[in-house]
């Protein structure tokens, strides 16, 4: 069962804390995206990669976000330091371009204190 | 930039009453619009990608309608367990992103 699988689930921090989250695509998927969802903004873009190449990073604050695709099997975004208004639920999601159908996975709930 | 509104924000429906969600969209060349379903704690699930104006696609108690400004989202005959955010979304241009509406949180009572 192909999916995406993203760590950690859940988050709990401290202002000022470094956080990471990684996603791991669908196997084949060339393209993966990082969401931010929250109740006031709903899901907005952060950042994407296509065959491992940042395409647009225009929705991430470029001071303490930070986003990279080390290898064909792990993206990473990273946040540092973090702030309480950094939490959210951040998916990450991945396509195979061809469709445009985004898969997402299960979401890391970030909370920052 | 592209724009997507949904409407309503909200839904409560008995148990078989039918019902449609809006999503109308501006953008600068359609690419495909998008369905998701979001239940609590979980990822947007994909449901349908419409590509032109006239089409139609069903699944099981949903059927989603595109024209060349807004889509629909029918549910006929809802059941508790179509209660979910329901997502739409679009693609246009040369991108590969999505932009993707507020939502719409549909609540069936049985």
């Known amino acids: 069962d192909a999916r995406v699988t993203q760590t950690p689930r859940h988050k709990v921090t401290e202002m000022g804390q470094e956080v990471t989250m990684r996603c791991q695509p669908i196997?084949?998927?060339?393209?993966v995206f990082w969401y931010r969802q929250t109740m006031m903004q709903g899901l907005e873009l952060l950042a994407y990669?296509?065959?491992?190449?940042?395409?647009?990073d225009s929705g991430m604050p470029k001071d303490r976000f930070s986003a990279e695709m080390p290898d064909a099997t792990l993206a990473t975004l990273k946040i540092q330091p973090s702030e309480p208004r950094d939490s959210a639920v951040y998916f990450c999601?991945?396509?195979?371009?061809?469709?445009?159908?985004?898969?997402f996975g299960e979401g890391s709930r970030l909370t920052v204190l | 930039e592209d724009q997507v509104t949904q409407s309503p924000e909200a839904l409560r429906l008995q148990e078989g009453e039918s019902s449609s969600l809006n999503c109308s969209y501006t953008?600068?060349?359609?690419?495909?619009l998008f369905w998701y379903r979001q239940d609590p704690g979980k990822g947007p699930e994909f449901l349908f990608t419409?590509?032109?104006a006239g089409e139609e696609k069903e699944k099981e108690r949903l059927k989603a309608t595109l024209t060349k400004k807004e889509s629909f989202l029918h549910i006929t005959a809802p059941k508790p367990e179509d209660s979910a955010t329901y997502l739409c979304?679009?693609?246009?241009?040369?991108?590969?992103?999505?932009?993707f509406g507020a939502g719409t949180t549909v609540t069936v009572r049985a």
């Open positions: 999601a991945t396509s195979d371009s061809r469709t445009g159908e985004l898969f």
């Open positions: 196997l084949g998927h060339n393209t």
């Open positions: 419409l590509y032109s």
């Open positions: 953008v600068s060349g359609l690419r495909g």
């Open positions: 990669f296509r065959n491992r190449a940042p395409l647009d």
């Open positions: 979304a679009v693609r246009s241009g040369s991108d590969y992103k999505l932009s």
